[in-house]
């Protein structure tokens, strides 16, 4: 199937929730918040899921070479990157039709890209690092993204959800993400640039550490393999 | 002139995949050897006696847990084992360039190299096949391949050459000797002592992750098949029994 799976399997995605869910509370522009929340969130779970599992699934090159482990969740980024990239411009071209599309400025929109970029990997190279010492952590990373799902207001915006259920949903740094998508696309607004300093500031040093971590466990790694 | 020296290198498996489980498993134990240029050492041993590990130890794959490997310039090493690192959906041609880069050559190099590669391979018809396609002695063809021709000053070979046929054996074979007088140093694992003594002048015995013995190559190659009549049936099995017990 290659690339059309990479459109169908989000489109498919937002179908399934779209029929479980919109139609329960009367249809309406929810569709298309839904698929900015539900294409994003396909994107931040697909860099994080395979980034962490990268060094597993390519064991076979890192017992056979001596090479920086960080390579396979770099590549991981670019390939769930450019899946991405095709999904983007599906979703521009749905909200087009629906005449819902009201982009904000270009410099919002590729810091909105940057730093789901950022954040997600970040967390893809810490998990990669845990996973060859302990392989069961996959399962849970799996479940706990499903239901991080639930928390990010990818299904309903944390936006429209009480202010107590905001303050709490809000920590998650996933659900400012969505949110981002459905304001630079939905919405028109401008981006905080605090809380993008913010986030970036916080996911910095996981990232670093990720990485010194990863370079000097580079020969131990591949023992741990299995 | 030495190019490499372990020593007193051990290195450790974990035992199990349970996280609190600190049990090690030893696959190297005090190994110390010199690798100089133009050498070619054949490493003899058992099933778990430690001879992949320490090829992937020399290859900067593992790091060891206690010793230390000192590197008396810049090697360029290349290593070929029976999994060979390839990537399934990959075609031939693909393989061949992501191993080169991966074994530290420059793109332009090996796209100068490519068409040589193939057709030392001898996999013209189906280097644009997926590399799943192929068989066991074709992937370790392209493998070799890729390997001499990205110029080493370590060759290691792990049980690949096992898999090929004469004719390939053949034509590896000259080509070590070749890399040999050429300076670059191979060290070559194998299950078959015949093979270690054609091609080798040093070898190395190992015991369960120890050197056993290390020396001239036919010495070494005629206590090794020696230590298998020593060991009679019944004593192999008194020997097994008692070791459990213990």
């Known amino acids: ?226 | 002139m030495r190019i490499m020296h372990l020593e007193n290198v051990s290195l450790n498996y974990r035992e199990g995949l349970n996280l609190f489980n600190r049990r090690k498993k030893v696959a190297l134990k005090n190994l110390t050897l010199d690798i100089n240029s133009g050498e070619n050492i054949g490493i003899l041993g058992r099933n778990g006696a430690g001879k992949s590990t320490l090829l992937k130890l020399l290859a900067g794959i593992f790091r060891p847990d206690a010793g230390q490997i000192i590197l008396d310039k810049q090697v360029r090493v290349a290593f070929i084992g029976l999994q060979s690192g390839f990537v399934p959906y990959m075609s031939g041609i693909e393989n061949a360039i992501l191993t080169g880069l991966l074994m530290g050559m420059a793109k332009s190099e090996i796209k100068k190299k490519l068409d040589q590669i193939i057709e030392y391979a001898e996999l013209d018809d189906v280097i644009d096949r997926p590399i799943f396609s192929y068989s066991a002695g074709m992937r370790a063809r392209l493998a070799f391949a890729v390997s001499v021709f990205s110029d080493p000053d370590l060759l290691l070979i792990d049980e690949a050459m096992s898999v090929g046929d004469r004719k390939f054996r053949e034509k590896s074979k000259k080509t070590i000797q070749e890399m040999i007088q050429g300076d670059a140093a191979v060290v070559l694992v194998s299950h078959e002592p015949a093979l270690i003594s054609n091609l080798c002048k040093k070898a190395v015995w190992f015991e369960r992750g120890e050197v056993k013995e290390q020396g001239e190559c036919s010495m070494v190659v005629d206590r090794y098949n020696a230590s298998f009549h020593d060991e009679s049936p019944s004593k192999g099995i008194q020997k097994a029994v008692a070791e459990d017990a213990a």
């Open chain 1, 1 to 226: 199937m290659g690339p059309v799976w990479w459109v169908l399997e989000p489109s498919l995605y937002v179908i399934v929730f779209y029929l479980a869910f919109a139609h329960l509370r009367g249809g309406g522009d929810h569709v298309y918040s839904l698929l900015c929340g539900l294409s994003g969130w396909h994107w931040i779970a697909g860099v994080i899921n395979q980034g962490a599992n990268s060094l597993v699934r390519k064991k076979g090159i890192l017992q056979s070479f001596s090479i920086h482990p960080i390579i396979f969740p770099v590549l991981t980024l670019l390939l769930q990157t450019f899946k991405f990239s095709v999904v983007l411009i599906c979703v521009i071209t749905v909200l087009w039709i629906g005449g819902v599309l009201k982009p904000a400025g270009l410099i919002d929109i590729v810091l909105w890209l940057a730093t789901t970029m950022f954040v997600s990997f970040s967390y893809a190279v810490i998990l990669s690092v845990i996973i060859p010492f302990a392989p069961d952590i996959q399962l849970i990373i799996s479940r706990a993204m499903m239901l991080l799902m639930f928390l990010s207001g990818v299904i309903f915006p944390i936006g429209q959800m009480s202010a107590k259920a905001q303050a709490y949903l809000y920590w998650n740094p996933f659900a400012h993400l969505i949110e981002f998508g459905r304001k630079v696309l939905l919405y028109g607004e401008s981006l905080d640039p605090v809380l993008i300093s913010t986030m970036l500031l916080i996911h910095a040093p996981i990232l670093i550490f990720g990485y010194l971590i990863l370079g000097k466990l580079r020969g131990e790694i591949p023992k741990r393999l299995i």
